[in-house]
């Protein structure tokens, strides 16, 4: 198997420059102050100061995120849509003001097409139970990627299981790109529906999904995009895409854990029927019939995750600040200074060598299990994640058992990956 890694175009050392502390600091971020505003990156762990370097499994908080958490609690903690009292009126206004500002987010036509989530996960269950056990039949396709995560490939296992349909995979090469002549055979008369990350876990790929909506799309099939990984790293307008669905989860993007966001066309959104039964979701109930509330409302059965909502909101607030642009500049200069100093370590390879990728860095170094690697790199500071990433097939793919895997995010600096390289090279030593 040949893996050929390619550097992003672009100039390392005019764009950004390391200041005394070792920090960096370019003409359109200021890392070192940005770092302030997340309390938890100042901590020592075994002594040492802590790099976060997991980012894609989830991101650190802003203290405005976890101020906006404690502010609820405190001051205004109800239940929504149901009191008539002042404190459900304000918690009722602050989670619907949520809605617009993750209709603005994405861009969605309208916030009634925008449905609050446990996550990503649960966003792609949902259109899978709902849309999917309605359209899917006996000897359709349902389309998936060799790149997905588990949360992409295993509800839309559960649902050709019931319906009698069969699960198609588009293979992907050696750098861990998508075989785009496959995905064209594979679009076929039966395909109902193409499920596909818009950026990889486990690899850091970027998919060119708008070429790829527009072509499923040409053969009348319908497209969900998982943008758990998307959406910290780039910006994205649904409209502009195009997708049916896209979802996402709070936790990635500066937000608290158990919320996320799924956005449907509001005509799909509108014919599925629900997903969960409850209260909040119906609009009458009798013993012999119950009607329900329109969407968003049909699919948020019960009371929600309020505080996580509301703190969501404050996450969106604080990323559209510093700009997804900005963001994304950063991390890819991270990228491409850790790429460079990680290949110069003999016996790493590194899996995933895409031309166009996010923040990931996955490895192997020769015959060290990534375990060994990660619990090292623990013990010196370093935080990353090391197993499957919840990708197996990724793993049979590239016929390892495991990577380790370093992840980046905005307030990361070259001067920590220099620690990660570092703290790689004392594994070979350990294991000399
Ligand atoms: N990936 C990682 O370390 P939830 O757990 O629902 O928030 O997100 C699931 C999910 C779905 N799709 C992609 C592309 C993902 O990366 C994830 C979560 C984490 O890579 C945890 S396994």
Not at 10 to 19: E, G, I, P, R, V
Not at 393 to 420: C, G, H, K, W
Request: hydrophobic share 40%; charged share 20%.
């Amino acid at each position: 198997m040949k893996t050929k890694i390619k550097l992003p175009q672009k100039n390392l050392t005019q764009s950004h420059k390391d200041t005394k502390k070792g920090q960096v600091k370019n003409s359109s971020l200021n890392v070192e102050k940005i770092r302030k505003d997340f309390p938890i990156l100042k901590q020592k762990v075994h002594g040492k100061p802590l790099v976060y370097l997991d980012n894609a499994a989830t991101t650190q908080k802003p203290l405005v995120v976890i101020e906006t958490l404690d502010k609820y609690y405190r001051e205004y903690n109800s239940n929504i849509h149901r009191g008539l009292h002042l404190l459900s009126e304000k918690a009722t206004a602050a989670y619907e003001a949520v809605r617009l500002k993750a209709q603005k987010f994405l861009n969605a036509a309208d916030s009634k097409e925008i449905i609050f989530t446990r996550g990503t996960t649960e966003g792609i269950n949902l259109v899978a139970q709902t849309w999917g056990r309605k359209n899917v039949a006996a000897g359709d396709e349902v389309l998936v990627t060799n790149m997905e995560h588990h949360s992409n490939i295993v509800p839309w296992q559960m649902l050709c299981e019931e319906k009698g349909s069969t699960l198609k995979v588009v293979p992907i090469n050696d750098a861990g790109e998508l075989l785009m002549e496959y995905l064209k055979k594979l679009l076929t008369p039966k395909t109902k529906i193409l499920a596909i990350t818009h950026v990889s876990n486990a690899l850091g790929t970027v998919n060119p999904i708008a070429e790829i909506i527009k072509l499923a799309h040409s053969k009348g099939v319908k497209v969900l995009v998982d943008g758990a990984q998307a959406v910290p790293h780039l910006p994205v307008d649904v409209q502009e895409l195009d997708c049916d669905f896209y979802v996402f989860s709070g936790h990635k993007l500066y937000g608290p854990t158990g919320i996320g966001v799924l956005y449907g066309k509001y005509a799909l959104l509108d014919a599925m029927p629900p997903y969960q039964g409850g209260g909040d979701m119906i609009s009458s109930v009798t013993f012999e019939k119950t009607f329900y509330k329109k969407p968003p409302y049909k699919f948020e059965a019960g009371t929600p995750h309020i505080a996580g909502v509301i703190g969501l909101g404050t996450a969106l607030d604080y990323v559209g600040k510093i700009g997804l642009g900005n963001i994304a500049s950063q991390e890819q200069d991270l990228l491409a200074y850790g790429t460079k100093k990680l290949s110069e370590i003999p016996g790493l390879k590194i899996i995933g060598t895409a031309q166009h990728k996010a923040g990931v860095l996955s490895f192997t170094l020769g015959e060290i299990h990534p375990h060994d690697i990660g619990t090292i790199l623990d013990r010196q500071g370093v935080a990353i994640r090391a197993g499957h990433h919840c990708a197996q097939p990724v793993m049979e793919r590239f016929q390892i058992p495991a990577t380790a895997r370093a992840s980046f995010a905005f307030y990361n600096t070259r001067s920590e990956i220099d620690a990660l390289a570092k703290a790689i090279r004392k594994v070979t030593e350990v294991f000399k």
